[in-house]
């Protein structure tokens, strides 16, 4: 069946650091894939998204990469700020009914 | 604009009651609306999909007759978790697609239910 995987947290950075949250999927066909972030006390929010192979998705300053030949969807920001601490979801749609498919989260913790 | 709301928030029951949750969408009308149940540290896993004035479909493995789905109009769906026990103790969440069609799916803030 359809499944994610991505890093475990808790990741701590300093503020300005460089952020990558590695997610590998499996599935069948074509998904799409998207990254969704729940900040303290807010329900799950869509930070991007790439429907196809080689798409980038961009947000925020975040992005992520559609890599087939790797089935991988690694989120990345260049220089994190203290606002962007959040749990974040990497998670694939893989047809049928729009039913997601989601990893277990990663908890972001930026220090000043 | 999207905004889900989900009710109670919080919610502590008595094992052997039932308790509703509301999801509603606030300024959309929501054709398909879905229920998750994330358990600490774990994904969020759906537990069924439910279409406007239609039965909910529910996935594998969820007993269809422990939480009652009724998604009666284009704003409100309520997942009824009947004769509560301690091991449905959980943190359930809502969301909505806003239009047929649509891919992307709005989330409520999740109402965490506690059966003692």
């Known amino acids: 069946g359809d499944s994610v995987t991505q890093m475990e947290g808790p990741v701590t950075l300093s503020e300005e650091a460089f952020l990558t949250i590695n997610c590998t999927y499996t599935a069948t066909g074509y998904p799409s894939l998207f990254w969704y972030v729940q900040y303290p006390g807010e329900g799950l929010q869509l930070l991007l998204k790439?429907?196809?192979?080689?798409d980038k998705g961009s947000n925020k300053g975040f992005e992520a990469t559609y890599r087939k030949e790797t089935t991988s969807f690694h989120l990345e920001k260049g220089s994190v700020q203290v606002s962007d601490s959040a749990v974040y979801f990497c998670?694939?749609?893989?047809?049928?009914?729009?039913?997601?498919?989601f990893g277990t989260g990663t908890q972001l913790k930026v220090e000043l | 604009g999207a905004v889900v709301s989900q009710h109670p928030s919080r919610v502590i029951c008595k094992s052997g009651t039932s308790v509703k949750i509301e999801c509603r969408s606030l300024?959309?009308?929501?054709?398909?609306m879905f229920w998750y149940r994330q358990f600490p540290k774990q994904s969020l896993m759906l537990m069924a999909t439910?279409?406007?004035?239609?039965?909910?479909?529910?996935e594998q493995g969820v007993e269809k007759d422990k939480f009652l789905i009724n998604h009666a109009s284009l704003t409100l769906s309520t997942l009824t978790v009947t004769s509560a026990h301690p091991e449905d103790s959980s943190f359930y969440i809502c969301?909505?697609?806003?239009?047929?069609?649509?891919?992307?799916?709005?989330f409520g803030p999740g109402t965490r239910l506690l059966v003692l």
């Open positions: 998670a694939l749609n893989a047809g049928g009914g729009n039913k997601l498919t």
């Open positions: 439910s279409n406007e004035g239609s039965k909910a479909t529910y």
């Open positions: 300024d959309f009308q929501a054709t398909t």
């Open positions: 790439a429907t196809k192979a080689d």
């Open positions: 969301s909505a697609i806003q239009g047929r069609g649509k891919e992307t799916q709005y």
